[in-house]
């Protein structure tokens, strides 16, 4: 595996990382001994950077890698969010962005991963009303504290990425980036480059979609909370099941599974960019990760890209988009 060096910093990552979010409930129930098995597999394969947030399961996702980074912490690079505290009727933003919220998470995130200092700790969501400069100045004290390596930020815009810059150094953003949800070629990776940062993939998978998960609505069980997602709903998801079923095409053509070829068309828009898909399965891992050894032609590439052009899905790619690109 050809390993990355990722952003400004001196680790070297591998080409996929690995999201723990549906590890703890995310889409569904997950089962915890299958979950380190899952983890411990990603290890010996050579993935050694994970995502996490304080939110997923309410800690217990830290607790769960906590488990599972038992005698390897070393070699595991750890990028852990903030997570975004809701309102009781889980809209909108309570504080996220605070300069206590985040030293109160970060200490928390510490205390249940059982480490002495995160490697990358991320503001999940940059609200509008605290300045940009205010979080990533109480960010910075964490680093001066020695509890913090470096600092990144999740769904940021150009314009807040380029004012934090200002504050600290900035070694990554993480936003939804995948062959149906574009969002990132306006601006957001461009100013990554601009600062060398590196760029984290979320939802490289459109949730489970693009790797041919569901192929009706009917399909999704009631627990799981994709139901209520727009783009998984009745009225856009048939739109985009026509989509995916060109996908699934032309991944049998290449001998590939469509998950594969959504991973793989990622690794082909630049060194920069890490797909970080969750699996909490052994099985789905090890399929994803032979994305890694696909490398597409230009032709495939503007196939794939003649099949979902941006814009080309039905239904917004959150049902939060005035939370998201700020
Ligand atoms: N910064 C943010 O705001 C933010 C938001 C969302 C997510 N994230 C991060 O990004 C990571 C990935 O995002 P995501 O979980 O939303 O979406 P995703 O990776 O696009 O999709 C995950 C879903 O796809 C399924 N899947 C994975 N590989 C598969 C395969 N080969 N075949 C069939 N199904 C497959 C998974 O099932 P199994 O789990 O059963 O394997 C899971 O249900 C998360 O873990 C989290 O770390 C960050």
């Known amino acids: 595996m050809e390993y990355r060096k990722f952003g400004p910093t001196e680790f070297k990552v591998s080409p996929m990382g690995l999201g723990c979010m549906s590890m703890s409930g995310a889409y569904g129930p997950a089962d915890d001994t299958e979950s380190i098995a899952t983890l411990h597999r990603a290890f010996d394969l050579g993935i050694n950077f994970l995502d996490t ?48 919220y985040l030293t109160k998470t970060c200490e928390e995130s510490l205390k249940r991963l059982g480490v002495d200092v995160l490697d990358i700790f991320c503001m999940s969501r940059v609200d509008p009303k605290v300045p940009i400069e205010e979080s990533v100045g109480g960010m910075a004290r964490l680093v001066e504290q020695g509890k913090v390596r470096y600092i990144a930020l999740s769904e940021a815009s150009a314009t807040s990425i380029r004012r934090a810059q200002k504050v600290h150094p900035i070694v990554s953003l993480q936003m939804e980036y995948s062959l149906w949800s574009r969002d990132p070629e306006g601006g957001n990776i461009q100013a990554c480059r601009e600062f060398g940062m590196g760029f984290m993939a979320y939802s490289p998978l459109g949730r489970g979609f693009l790797a041919g998960m569901f192929h009706d609505a009917k399909d999704i069980p009631d627990s799981d909370n994709r139901r209520n997602h727009p783009r998984f709903r009745p009225g856009n998801i048939e739109h985009n099941l026509k989509l995916l079923g060109q996908m699934e095409e032309l991944a049998k053509e290449k001998s590939a599974t469509p998950a594969q070829l959504a991973l793989a068309w990622l690794m082909a828009q630049g060194n920069d960019i890490i797909p970080i898909p969750s699996n909490k399965s052994r099985r789905h891992l090890e399929e994803n990760l032979k994305a890694t050894e696909i490398k597409l032609a230009k032709d495939d590439l503007a196939r794939l890209d003649a099949i979902m052009p941006p814009g080309a899905a039905a239904g917004p790619r959150t049902k939060d988009m005035d939370r998201v690109n700020i």
């Open 53 to 100: 947030s304080a939110s997923y399961g309410n800690g217990h996702n830290h607790e769960l890698i906590a488990r599972a980074l038992k005698g390897r912490r070393e070699r595991i690079v750890i990028h852990s969010k903030s997570g975004t505290p809701r309102t009781p009727d889980a809209s909108g933003d309570r504080g996220g962005s605070a300069s206590t």
